[in-house]
């Protein structure tokens, strides 16, 4: 399809477990982000990659967190030894370069559940 | 940091009646104000946009006003119907960083009855 795609879109796991999420940002866009949403709150920017540069992990909550992106294409978000409060749906974005006024298009999530 | 501040919900309303959801925004220097909406099992899509102060962004009958000396962007439509329910998000484009980076407000439940 067109649009951003992730998987998986339901995961559950057992604590302690690592976990990782997949997303396929919609081609020829050089930005990507990822977000987490936690049940009843708002969007908690995570990670953005931006072609070949730098990422920015500011958003990142701990080292147990961390992303990869190869060049302007597929990016894995991992998790390792998961935490019930790692339970929420993490969102991917992505967006032409366009700096302040550019449309950022979401997958569906991947909605994650720690035991 | 830059920051956004929206009404809680749930709002729940008739079908027909007049929908406001307040946005007020914190921010250095001049950013670009979104809604963006989350229907039930869908992804997160763009509603409508204003880049610069005064405008207004519109879009299926939704309207906000991008107002820099109250620093608000509220959302409004005339007549609400039962397909609008879903979870309204406001959000700022902050520069920091360099890049356009969306800082969402926590999201507001709209429920139309009919």
């Known amino acids: 399809g067109a649009g951003v795609s992730q998987s998986p879109s339901n995961k559950v796991t057992e604590k302690g477990k690592d976990v990782e999420l997949r997303c396929d940002p919609i081609?020829?866009?050089?930005?990507l982000y990822w977000y987490r949403q936690r049940l009843g709150q708002g969007l908690e920017f995570l990670i953005y990659f931006q072609g070949n540069s730098a990422p920015d992990k500011s958003g990142l909550p701990s080292d147990r967190f961390s992303a990869e992106r190869t060049g302007e294409s597929v990016s894995t978000l991992t998790i390792q030894r998961t935490q019930q409060e790692d339970s929420a749906v993490y969102l991917c974005?992505?967006?032409?370069?366009?700096?302040?006024?550019?449309?950022?298009?979401f997958g569906e999530g991947s909605r994650l559940t720690v035991l | 940091g830059d920051s956004v501040t929206q009404m809680e919900g749930p709002v729940t309303l008739s079908e027909e009646a007049f929908l406001t959801i307040n946005c007020t925004y914190t921010a250095t220097g001049y950013p670009s104000l979104f809604w963006y909406v989350q229907y039930p099992g869908e992804g997160l899509q763009l509603l409508l946009k204003?880049?610069?102060?005064?405008d207004k962004g519109s879009n299926k009958g939704f309207e906000a006003t991008y107002r820099k000396e109250t620093t608000s962007f509220h959302l409004e439509k005339g007549s609400v119907q039962v397909s609008d329910s879903a979870v309204y998000f406001c959000a700022l484009s902050s520069l920091e960083g360099g890049y356009n980076k969306l800082i969402f407000g926590a999201g507001t439940r709209l429920a139309v009855h009919p």
């Open positions: 204003a880049t610069k102060a005064d």
């Open positions: 974005a992505s967006s032409l370069p366009q700096r302040g006024a550019g449309e950022l298009f």
């Open positions: 081609s020829g866009h050089t930005a």
